[in-house]
């Protein structure tokens, strides 16, 4: 079972918040270097992004559509049939960080990661999350500003107005100096993977002093995390089952399938983490954290399942010139 490594740095990085919060001066320095790195991150999600080869993807249509439609909307409604579990499940800020993840955007990397060890289209998978990535910077905010927006969650022209200048903005400045820094963004991907990871680090630590100051861990019981984690598990389980069978419904291949279920059942922790440290302020820590436990709940669900649609490829593999062969030995008899 893979354990995300990186998912140990976060939860480092709770820890670590926990027992050194950031307060008074430190609290203002650590959410101007925060609100910055949000920032750089939009800016290179905007200049890593190719938008000629997300259009050259438009030719396969029909994929992307259900992958788009899976993410935000499929997703989105069965954040809202959670509501009916609280308070008895969940509490109200942790279904507000339910209903969040089921806004926010697919995964790239592990979308294509997982479709090329199952032997799906994985060009197709790329295009999906690039999709999905690029939509995802508009809808997500105007899905959570309209489904969040009575909650309390402290949505208002203020706050969109924030979220513009802060993500959508510096993604499209990132789009149009792409020109010029694309090659340079290329050339040096794992060392802008460290700032990546490094910024998502520090809007975590950020989210959660605050969240350690305000006496968020009193809010949260071991047994309404124990039930968080139970309907996240239902929640993955219906989309793994959605995509995979639905796409036959739609009469997928099995490659295009494959993609369909990797690319239209996860979620983007990279890209979520930051949105909602914009969207939720002072209240990000309780929004994050369904988020985090479902990355690491994919990654696990999703590498068991590819290594299991790749031994089904190679078992057909396997039977075809076994196949051809007696094909082959039949005719000869006969000719014979």
């Known amino acids: 079972m893979p354990i995300d490594p990186y998912i140990l740095l976060l939860l480092g990085t709770v820890g670590l ?13 650590a959410s101007g270097a925060s609100t910055a790195a949000v920032a750089l991150l939009f800016f290179l999600y905007g200049a890593r992004l190719s938008t000629r080869e997300a259009l050259d993807g438009l030719r396969h249509w029909r994929l992307h559509v259900t992958v ?51 032997r799906g289209n994985v060009p197709a998978a790329i295009c999906a999350g690039s999709f999905s990535s690029l939509v995802g910077i508009v809808a997500t905010p105007l ?22 200048l802060q993500l959508l903005v510096p993604f499209l400045a990132g ?28 809007v975590v630590y950020t989210a959660f002093s605050v969240g350690v ?21 239902v929640i993955l389980a219906v989309m793994l089952l959605l995509t995979w069978y639905g796409g036959k419904a739609l009469r997928f291949g099995r490659e295009d399938r494959i993609a369909i279920q990797f690319a239209g059942s996860k979620k983007s922790l ?21 988020l985090m436990l479902f990355h690491q709940m994919q990654l696990i669900v999703c590498a068991v399942i590819a290594k299991r649609r790749a031994r089904e490829a190679a078992e057909v593999s396997a039977q075809q010139p076994a196949a051809a062969t007696r094909t082959a030995v039949g005719t000869g008899t006969r000719s014979g």
């Open 143 to 164: 899905l959570a500003a309209s489904l969040l927006g009575g909650s309390g969650a402290g949505f208002s022209a203020d706050s969109l107005l924030k979220i513009v």
């Open 270 to 290: 990279a890209a979520g983490l930051p949105m909602a440290s914009v969207l939720f302020g002072a209240q990000a820590a309780l929004a994050v954290l369904p």
């Open 175 to 202: 789009q149009l100096l792409r020109r010029w820094i694309g090659g340079f963004v290329t050339r040096h991907k794992q060392v802008l993977g460290l700032v990546d990871r490094g910024s998502i680090l520090l």
């Open 213 to 233: 100051v305000q006496g968020i861990w009193h809010q949260v019981s071991p047994a309404r995390l124990g039930g968080l984690v139970v309907v996240e598990a």
């Open 17 to 29: 918040a926990a027992l050194f919060p950031a307060r008074g001066p430190a609290a203002d320095v």
């Open 68 to 118: 788009l439609a899976c993410t935000f909307l499929v997703f989105p409604l069965l954040g809202l049939a959670a509501r009916g579990l609280v308070p008895v499940i969940l509490t109200h800020p942790l279904y507000q960080g339910l209903l969040f993840l089921t806004l926010v955007p697919s995964t790239v990397q592990s979308s294509i990661a997982f479709t090329s060890m199952a």
